[in-house]
């Protein structure tokens, strides 16, 4: 028999993280930075207890709000790559149910991150105990069963002994390309007490190598066929191209063989925008060249990616009928979508051995890529200079809103900057090697379709599940992940209402973040969806009971919080406030007040969503007609 240690379950736990590295070609790492926690009574005297006596090489941070953490821990994971993750500790009941939120981003994202909610008593001796859930049907159901359907791994702690499988269960999951998500090991609060003596060995140095799944023989000569075969391909980015590092390949690639990238929002920033063959963005958020690009295509070669309806415009950006699809994903189920021919594997690896069974092969795109990016490089540059004027709005600015309401918030607001002009102008403004992130609203088309990111992953944008409440917490990530590069959050009003509670954990931290508030006072990406598909504006704007426009201070919040804060209503003031940012030590905000219906639209993409089939409104009437009709073209499955 071997040594024994005696631990309590909490001390067992955080002993095993500070012991778990990944190996990633040749390079050896620690796998768990650290852990977000906040303490309540179901797990101060637990974990706590455990971290306050021996944290290890864990950082620990006190968070403001169990989603916000647990989105920062997400972020982070992301920016690194799925190689490092943050750990998350809550209390029992309302600290875990608010951990659902996050964790459904994580695993529509294929994060891994570790929730650690407490649970109730393994014992049932005080039932119900504070913050105890109670159903009839079953003593054992708590808050935490609502994490099963969001979780890629699920655990019950209820025996001290049971840590040990359940947690190397947990790291497999963590740490496999293919199923990567978060895990959630519950932790009944009298048992995190509870002592046994483990096995020694159990806490020895763990190593999970990632590596990386080779194609077969047949996958190749496959691929290859298809390829050359195929006289117009399109290679699409998605995250799995960025998470393998596969860059380098899909350069090669594209050159020597004249083959046009087009990204989805996870696989952007994956090769630099001013790469010459890279289109942009892909499907209802994408740029009108890479949309162009699609329709021509008769060969979609999917790289790591999952296939969206965003990505694909609802099943209507390809030409079903002629088009065929190579995936190229370690993950079987996504490789499988699409009626595709199925390479499933690693996309570094799969793409630096296909490089050398293509040669002679040129697709016919021929100049048409320079042609197409050239088009849009131009919209791109009008649309940086569009203005408002107030007795002739632009064609840039919706036509829902009448010329008087625009100019109701024009003078509520106080600005008549349009978001796309702000937006654009930021890019321009801040360093090349910032890092940008984003998750919902009308910023993600803006920024899939006109931000440049010209240093490869700097662009932390979550669009797997578009989890408003993710921008302010993920910059916490991000700089943790980069703690000497500036970091900056998009966020339109509505989701820096919804949760922006780690901006504070920023500051007392002193991680300094930036985040740059969009202000149209309102649901505006919503309002529009509303209102392109018949109906009023109704109930997405911000208005009082007297109909005014609200008009909230969010610097002055912000300032009451410790940051340094701007105002800039319009590009110069914004431009100042930016430079001025770089130099702070704090946190800073930058308030923009931006004018509705100011972002980009769709460029040659549609949208599937549920329209009223009987409505006594003629326009929702058309609308309903108009998704039937482009029904009859999409691919149904």
Known sequence: MGKKIRLTTAQALIKFLNQQYVNVDGEETPFVEG????FGHGNVVGIGQALEQDAGHLKVFQGKNEQGMAHAAMAYSKQMLRRKIYAVSTSVGPGAANLVAAAGTALANNIPVL?????TFATRQPDPVLQQVEQEYSAAVTTNDALKPVSRYWDRITRPEQLMSS???AFEVMTDPAKAGPVTICLSQDVEGEAFDFD?????????YIDRREPSERELTGAAELIKSSKKPLILVGGGAKYSGARDELIAISEAYNIPLVETQAGKSTVEADFANNLGGMGITGTLAANKAARQADLIIGIGTRYTDFATSSKTAFDFDNAKFLNINVSRMQAYKLDAF?????AKVTLGKLHGLLEGYKSEFGSLIRELKDEWLAERDRLSKVTFKRENFTPEIKDHFSQEVLNEYADALKTELPQ??????????????SVVICSAGSLPGDLQRLWHSNVPNTYNLEYGYSCMGYEVSGTLGLKLAHPDREVYSLVGDGSFLMLH?????AIQYNKKINVLLFDNSGFGCINNLQMDHGSGSYYCEFRTDDNQILNVDYAKVAEGYGAKTYRANTVEEL?????????????????????PKTMTDGYDSWWHVGVAEVSEQESVQKAYEAKEKMLESAKQY
Do not use: G
């Open 167 to 169: 947690l190397i269960r």
């Open 501 to 505: 509670s780690e901006l504070i954990t």
């Open 575 to 595: 431009k100042a406030a930016l430079e001025d940012a770089k130099k702070q030590e704090v946190s800073t905000l930058i308030e923009m007040k931006v004018l």
């Open 35 to 38: 852990i977000f926690t906040i």
């Open 420 to 433: 796309t002009t702000a937006l654009l102008a930021i890019n321009e403004t801040i360093d090349e090697d």
């Open 115 to 119: 929730l650690l909610p407490a649970d």
């Open 200 to 208: 020694e060995s159990f806490f020895q140095k763990r190593v999970h």
């Open 342 to 346: 199925q390479v499933v594997a690693d």
